[in-house]
């Protein structure tokens, strides 16, 4: 029996191998449990969150290689062996490049499943275009350095390819910058979602529907019918309102009443005003003041909230609102301003001659 544990195999007694062959197999089976562990942990965790961040991480750890598993466990058995020089190098090495291969691949999937959760279903091509190239993007910015940090590991030098490569960058860059800042911007419309499709906007002089998002432009359909073009880069520097984002839309109104209203009438017009719009369904009120001796009216500011951002339903209450107030002021017999003027006309007695 000792004689068959003292046959040699590359430098090393069977019964040196026999270890290392255990130490690899308790290895990998130990990664094994831990990753099912992690897995079913994370996903019980991640089931009582309403963030998809945890859901995110659960996936990468679940498509964690097999491969990277096996080469980590055989490494961790070949340590027990006295290999020659060589062979720990070579060693070394095929580690760094499975470890490369995996970290890329969480990198890569992680991107990918951010912003799956990030773009939905339900948006316009151009977003999901734009998406994609963010991923396509990130990902060779990855695998480029990963591949750099593996080639130096290598022992090729990659100074003079970096320099090479920083240069060539710079030429394109300088002779695409227009297009990549526009480029760029759109990433960043992509990231900011300042807008989205559909979202009703004004930018600088110019208001319309957002209709298209794509790489250099945005499309936007005016109240008039016209399509306008705005440059990415120039939306990006430009002060946006959206009314799409609002949530409840605020109103002023200003009426005025006739100059012989008795004061106790003037008084009692705020509550009048308030019970007007306390009275209909999706308005807020928040005051009603007497705020100014006009020149032909005694003015009232009104400011209430619709709480429905949509304008057609805006129109609607403030109409309903006009029309009842309108009514109860007939009602209560005060009358609404009109300009007049009173012109006085002084006669002089006839000169006599």
């Known amino acids: 029996m000792e004689e068959l544990l003292d046959i040699r195999f590359f430098g090393n007694p069977l019964l040196r191998w026999g270890i290392a062959l255990l130490v690899a197999a308790a290895v990998i089976a130990a990664l094994v449990i831990a990753k099912r562990l992690a897995v079913s942990r994370l996903a ?3 089931d009582r969150t309403a963030t998809r961040l945890d859901d995110v991480v ?12 096996l080469v980590a466990g055989v490494a961790a058995g070949v340590r027990s062996l006295d290999l020659p020089r060589d062979g720990d190098l070579w060693l070394g090495r095929v580690m760094i490049i499975v470890l490369a291969i995996q970290v890329g691949s969480w990198i890569t999937n992680a991107v990918r499943l951010l912003l799956e959760t990030r773009v939905g ?3 316009q091509p151009g977003q999901r275009t734009m998406g994609a190239a963010l991923g396509f993007a990130t990902n060779l910015v990855v695998w480029a350095v990963l591949v750099l940090l593996v080639l130096s590991n290598f022992g090729v030098e990659v100074s003079t390819l970096v320099a090479g490569l920083g240069i060539g960058g710079i030429a394109a860059a300088l002779a695409v910058q227009n297009v990549l800042g526009d480029l760029f911007a759109a990433f960043s419309i992509y990231v900011d979602r300042p ?5 009703f906007v004004i930018v600088d002089t110019y208001m319309g529907t957002v209709e298209k998002i794509g790489w250099r432009s945005t499309q936007l359909r005016s109240l008039s019918g016209e399509m306008i073009v705005l440059a990415n880069s120039d939306l990006s520097r430009a002060r946006i309102r959206n009314f799409k984002r609002m949530s409840e839309r605020r109103a002023v109104v200003t009426f005025g009443v006739q100059y012989d209203t008795p004061n106790a009438k ?9 019970q007007t719009i306390e009275a209909i369904e999706g308005l807020r009120f928040d005051r009603s003041h007497f705020v100014k001796l006009g020149e032909s009216s005694l003015d009232f500011e009104t400011v209430f909230y619709v709480t429905t951002p949509d304008f057609n339903a805006f129109a609607d209450r403030q109409q309903q609102l006009l029309l009842s107030l309108h009514r109860r002021f007939e009602d209560e017999g005060i009358s609404f301003a009109f300009p007049t003027r009173t012109v006085v006309v002084q006669r002089e007695a006839p000169i006599e001659g």
């Open 44 to 46: 019980k965790l991640s």
């Open 58 to 69: 659960v996936k990468v750890i679940e498509q964690t290689s097999t491969m990277t598993i």
């Open 121 to 123: 279903v339900d948006v």
């Open 195 to 199: 807008f989205d499709l559909g979202d």
């Open 266 to 274: 003037l008084a009692a017009i705020p509550g009048i005003v308030r």
